[in-house]
Each structure stands twice: as C-alpha cells, then as structure tokens.
C-alpha cells in the first residue's frame, strides 16, 4: 500500500456566522483525504498545546493517520477564520500561531524516508528542507496554492517533482507561460487547479487538460488537497497523466458536496 508524508502545518478553521469550526491545514488534510483513498498517510507536523491542538490530533487519529511524529508545541494551534459566500470560502484572517517554531528533527527525516512520496504546502514551514527530502529518494508535490510566485514556493521548487497551485483567472495562453515558467525552475510536472474550469497540467512536452466534475457545491473548502491527494495517489499507481487528473477531480467533488475540509 502506498504511504504518503504529509509535512507541515495543521489548522482549525472557524466558521464564526455559523458557530463551527473543523481541523484543517493542507497537509492534515492531504491526510486525511489519502486515507479516504484507502492509502496509508502520515502527518509530520506541528499543533499547539492547547485544545484546538488536542482536538487535530485526535480527529487523525480517528482516521487512521499516522500521529506519532506530531510536535507539540508551545503556543496556540494554528487558526482561520472563514465566512461562505455562495458556497465559496473566504479566508478572513489567519494567525499562525505555534507554527513559526516549527522545523523538522532528525527523526523526522528517518521517518519521511519510508514513506512513497512527501507533500507539503506553502505555510508549511519547510520549504528549505525538501531538497534533503528529494536526496534520501523520496519524491517531493508542493501546493503553492494562489501564490506561485511568492519567496516561499521559489525557494521550494527547485527541490519538488510535482507542483500545484490554483489559478482560476488567467486565460489558457497565460497560464501556459506561468506554467513553464514554474516547470524552468525544477518541478518535472506541474498542476494548475482551476476551480469550476477544471485542471491544466504540463508535463514539459505536453498541455493536458480536465474539465471539472458536475457535482454540487456546498464548500469549497479543501478542493484543492483533495484533488491533490487523488492525483498523487493515482500517480504512485501508475496512472496516465489524463487519469491521475480525473481521480483528482473526483476527489475534489466529493469533498465540495459538504460543510468543512472534511
């Protein structure tokens, strides 16, 4: 069975118009969603000593995703505050919280080093670490989310074989060059997430494309992870760029039929 490390932050996302909050964090649910998938994951990251972190690590727990290498750490667990609009989520504000302590430990490389693949994501904190990572043979996907351009993901894509990031604006040309252009700086495939346009992925020789899945819409709320998560496990079992796609988007619209990451 394939094993995904999932690497970086955890969070609690506070609906506060609807008096709600869910665990979240795009590594926990990397997580979480691979486990949904029938694969073994483990989340290799850090949560506050305080309830909310409690809380993330037991609802892991509840999923079967391995906790053992989770940092407890001093301070209040990573938070957002969210607000719907017609079924899309609004980031309100963010407070990282414990997370600015975080970094990696020798054990936790040992640990990563059995797994099949490594993922993590722009907050995650460990951007100069995953050229380590790549070196002991572990493949590396890196979500940069809306921000492909930030310092953060250019210090990180010289060191990750499959990036994402989400674009749902730009015309096809244009996102085109954005593509190649994060593709120069060392992913071998990259994957622009599109939301109700579907996906774009470029592999260094060819554009492929997925149209998204016809389903309904009540949060769109860890779309992007989901679709993440579907498509490296597709890739880890062999799939053709067109499928791994399509597993990605089936993924996402499941999880956009419900309130909350999952």
Not at 16 to 37: C, E, I
Not at 165 to 176: G, M, N, V, W, Y
Not at 217 to 235: E, K, M, N, P, W
């Amino acid at each position: 069975m394939n094993r995904l490390a999932c690497i970086g932050d955890s969070c609690v996302d506070y609906y506060d118009s609807q008096d709600l909050k869910f665990v979240g964090g795009n590594p926990v649910n990397f997580a979480v969603y691979a486990r949904r998938l029938g694969s073994e994951a483990s989340f290799i990251g850090g949560v506050g000593n305080d309830e909310d972190g409690t809380l993330v690590r037991t609802e892991l727990e509840s999923r079967g995703v391995d906790v053992s290498h989770v940092q407890i750490l001093d301070g209040p667990t990573p938070n957002t505050h969210v607000r719907m609009e017609n079924g899309n989520r609004v980031f309100v504000s963010y407070d990282a919280g414990a997370m600015t302590d975080f970094s990696l430990r020798e054990e936790d490389f040992a640990f990563i080093a059995e797994h099949d693949f490594a993922v993590s994501a722009v907050w995650g904190t460990c951007e100069k670490e995953l050229g380590r990572i790549q070196a002991m043979g572990v493949p590396v996907a890196f979500d940069c989310a809306d921000l492909p351009f930030a310092p953060v993901c250019q210090t990180a894509l010289p060191n990750v074989d499959i990036a994402f990031f989400s674009d749902d604006s730009a015309d096809e040309s244009q996102l085109r060059e954005i593509m190649r252009g994060i593709a120069a700086k060392g992913p071998s495939v990259v994957v622009a997430m599109r939301g109700p346009k579907g996906s774009m992925a470029w592999d260094g020789e060819t554009f492929y494309h997925q149209d998204a899945i016809d389903c309904v819409v009540v949060d769109t709320l860890g779309a992007g992870d989901s679709y993440i998560a579907g498509f490296l496990l597709a890739r880890l079992a062999g799939k053709s760029m067109p499928e791994c796609m399509r597993a990605g988007s089936e993924n996402s619209a499941v999880t956009i039929g419900y309130l909350g990451a999952w």
